[in-house]
């Protein structure tokens, strides 16, 4: 499996982790998968949406000031592609 599978892998776990509560679990998942995202240019979209899941996670957990961060980064790159089902959600989690 090449970086990008298991970026691509982690994100789907850190998805299914949340969802079932395991909110630290998804959080380190999700860490891990835009660390690897992040220094891949061309997969903008995959670190949009494995930020997203880091931002869900950090606000399931109740650290609003971190999810902040991740969800500003994501809506930006959201808005950079031109995904706007991406910047609304985040708009409204940024508006809470």
Same mark, same amino acid.
């Given at each position: ?5 298991? !970026? ?46 880091? !931002? ?41």
């Amino acid at each position: 499996m090449d970086d990008l599978e298991h !970026a691509h892998d982690l994100r789907h776990r850190s998805d299914a982790a949340r969802l079932a509560g395991r909110a630290v679990e998804a959080l380190s998942l999700a860490t891990e998968a835009v660390g690897i995202y992040a220094g891949q240019s061309t997969h903008r979209l995959d670190l949009a949406n494995a930020l997203r899941l880091k !931002a869900l996670a950090l606000d399931d957990l109740d650290q609003p000031g971190e999810a902040t961060l991740d969800w500003t980064e994501a809506r930006g790159l959201y808005a950079e592609l031109g995904i706007a089902a991406g910047v609304t959600e985040c708009d409204a989690r940024l508006a809470r």
